[in-house]
C-alpha cells in the first residue's frame, strides 16, 4: 500500500492582538479561582518569626535551665524560682517531659518581702506560670506588675460662664490690672488710652491719656497711690491716681515695651520689652538699676516675688531666666519650650509657676526651677494669657478665642470655652490677649481683640452630679 503524505491543515494567521487576547484568557482560566487569595501561611516561617520575637523581647531575662538546682535533703519538691514566670516559647520547643518549659522566663524577686517560703529563699515571693499549649500573644505587659496610677486625681470645678460684655475701647485690649482694694480695675488698649471701671457695676469710671502708641502692661501699686503703664511707644510711665495724670517716666527702652511687673517689697519696677532685655528701675529716683540682659528675643513676660529668683522672665528665644538682683546676673536659665514663653504665672499661694508657648503648658517649681510636668492636654494655639487663683483654677486664653479652664494640681482641662466676637467684628478678632482675676478669685476678666471686655464668673447651679470630672490618668507622660 503505498504510502500517503498526511496533509497539514492550512494555518490561518492571526493578528498579534488576537494571539495576545487568547494567551490572555487562557491565563485567567487558569488562575482565576486563586485570584486575589492569599497564599496559605507556611509553618516554618511562622516558628522561625515568633521564635525570633521572643528571642529580642525577652533576651536579657534568665531562662529557668541555667539557674543551678539547689539540693533538698528533707525530698520535699525543688522550689521554683524567685518570682519565675514561664512563657512558652515557639511550637515545638517545648519539652513534654518536664514540668517547666526550656524556653520559660524568668524575672527577678519583687520589692515587697511576703515572708519565708518552704526550701526558697527568704524573703523573696515566688510566682510560677507553668507553660500552656495554647497560643499566646506575647507582650511585655505579661511581666510587668500592674501598679495603680499614682498622678493626683482634679479636684472638681464648677464650669466658668460668661456674664457681662463691657464695651467702650476703640482698639484691641492689651492689658488689665486690678487696684489693691479690689474695687476698680484699669484696662490699657490700642487705642492709646487707659480706662478705670468699677467692678461691680462694670461701668466706666476714668479715661487716661498719654501714650501715643498700644499699651501693652499696667501695674497697680500695692504700696503707693500709683498705677505704671507701658507701651509700644517704648516709654514707661507712673500715673498719680489722685491727680490722675502723669508724674514720672522711665525713659531707656530701645523699642517697644511689651510687659511690666512690679517688685512686691521694695520701690523696683521690672520692664521687658522687643530690645531683648529686662531693665530694672528705681521708683522714685527714675533711674535704671539694671539691664537684665542675655535673652536673644523679646521679653514678653515677667513675674516677681519676694525671695530668689525675685525676677523670672519669658522670651520669644523660647527659654526662661531665672535672675539674681543683687548682682543683676542670670541665675538659671530653662530650655523645655521649644517655642515663644508668651505668658508665665505664679501661683498665689504655692512656690511653683507655670509657663505658656505654642507647644505646651508646662509646670515648674521653684526656687530651684525643677521642671514638674506638662498639663495633659494641649490648646494648639498661640497662648497670650494666663492667670492662677487660689482655688486652683488656671485659665489660658488664646490667638483664636479658645478660653481653657484647667486644675492646677493635676494638669486636667475641665473647660474649654470659646469667646464669641461682639457683632461687627470679624471672626479673626477673637483673640484674647490678657487675662486676670480678681483679689477674691471668684471672678475673671479678659481683654480681647474685638475691643470689648469679657467678665467671667462660675456657675453657682452646676454641681458634680450635673458636670462630672471626666478624666484619665495619664499612661506615657512626657517628661521633657
Known amino acids: 500500500m503505498p504510502g500517503t503524505a498526511l496533509e497539514m491543515e492550512p494555518v490561518e494567521p492571526q493578528s498579534l492582538k488576537k494571539l495576545s487576547l487568547k494567551s490572555l484568557k487562557r491565563s485567567l482560566d487558569l488562575f482565576s479561582p486563586t485570584h486575589g487569595h492569599v497564599a496559605p501561611p507556611d509553618p516554618e516561617s511562622k516558628r522561625i518569626r515568633t521564635s525570633h520575637k521572643v528571642a529580642m523581647e525577652y533576651k536579657g531575662i534568665k531562662s529557668t535551665n541555667d539557674i543551678p538546682k539547689q539540693g533538698n535533703p528533707r525530698g520535699q519538691e525543688p522550689a521554683a524560682p524567685s518570682n519565675a514566670l514561664a512563657l512558652p516559647g515557639p511550637e515545638g520547643s517545648r519539652d513534654q517531659g518536664k514540668g517547666v518549659s526550656e524556653n520559660a522566663l524568668v524575672v527577678g524577686p519583687t520589692l515587697q518581702s511576703r515572708g519565708k517560703n518552704e526550701g526558697g529563699l527568704p524573703g523573696k515571693s515566688t510566682t510560677v506560670i507553668p507553660a500552656s499549649s495554647s497560643s499566646r500573644n506575647f507582650s511585655t505587659s505579661a511581666i510587668i506588675e500592674r501598679i495603680p496610677s499614682r498622678w493626683p486625681r482634679p479636684e472638681w470645678h464648677a464650669p466658668w460662664k460668661n456674664y457681662r460684655v463691657i464695651s467702650g475701647h476703640l482698639g484691641w485690649v492689651r492689658s488689665i490690672a486690678f487696684d489693691p482694694s479690689n474695687t476698680w480695675f484699669c484696662t490699657g488698649s490700642a487705642d492709646r488710652t487707659i480706662k478705670i471701671w468699677d467692678v461691680a457695676s462694670g461701668k466706666l469710671k476714668y479715661t487716661l491719656t498719654g501714650h501715643i502708641e498700644q499699651i501693652r502692661g499696667l501695674a497697680v501699686s500695692t504700696r503707693h497711690t500709683y498705677m505704671f503703664s507701658a507701651g509700644d511707644d517704648k516709654q514707661v510711665k507712673c500715673w498719680d491716681l489722685e491727680q490722675n495724670k502723669v508724674i514720672r517716666s522711665y525713659h531707656g527702652h530701645l523699642s517697644g515695651v511689651y510687659c511690666l511687673a512690679l517688685h512686691p517689697t521694695i520701690d523696683l519696677l521690672l520692664t521687658g520689652g522687643r530690645d531683648s532685655v529686662c531693665r530694672v528701675w528705681d521708683i522714685r529716683t527714675k533711674m535704671q538699676a539694671y539691664a537684665l540682659a ?15 529668683p525675685q525676677v523670672v522672665t519669658g522670651s520669644h528665644d523660647s527659654t526662661i531666666k531665672f535672675w539674681d ?21 505664679r501661683h498665689p499661694t504655692e512656690h511653683s509657676f507655670a509657663s505658656a508657648s ?123
Open 325 to 345: 538682683l543683687r548682682y543683676g546676673k542670670t541665675m538659671t536659665t530653662l530650655t523645655h519650650h521649644k517655642k515663644s514663653v508668651r505668658a508665665l504665672a
Open 358 to 480: 505654642a507647644e505646651n503648658i508646662k509646670k515648674f517649681n521653684l526656687p530651684r526651677g525643677e521642671f514638674l510636668h506638662n498639663m495633659l492636654s494641649q490648646q494648639k494655639t498661640i497662648i497670650n494669657a494666663m492667670a492662677i487663683n487660689e482655688d486652683g483654677v488656671m485659665v489660658t486664653g488664646g490667638d483664636n478665642g479658645s478660653l481653657w479652664f484647667w486644675d492646677w494640681k493635676s494638669g486636667h482641662n475641665f473647660q474649654q470655652a470659646q469667646t464669641i466676637v461682639q457683632p461687627g467684628s470679624l471672626d479673626s478678632e477673637a483673640a484674647i490677649y490678657a487675662a486676670s482675676f480678681d483679689l477674691t478669685g471668684s471672678r475673671l476678666i479678659t481683654c480681647e481683640a474685638d475691643k470689648t471686655i469679657k467678665m467671667w464668673k462660675q456657675d453657682e447651679n452646676a454641681t458634680p452630679e450635673t458636670h462630672p470630672v471626666n478624666f484619665k490618668p495619664p499612661k506615657d507622660i512626657r517628661r521633657f
Open 294 to 308: 542675655g535673652h536673644d528675643n523679646t521679653v514678653c513676660s515677667v513675674f516677681t516675688r519676694p525671695t530668689d
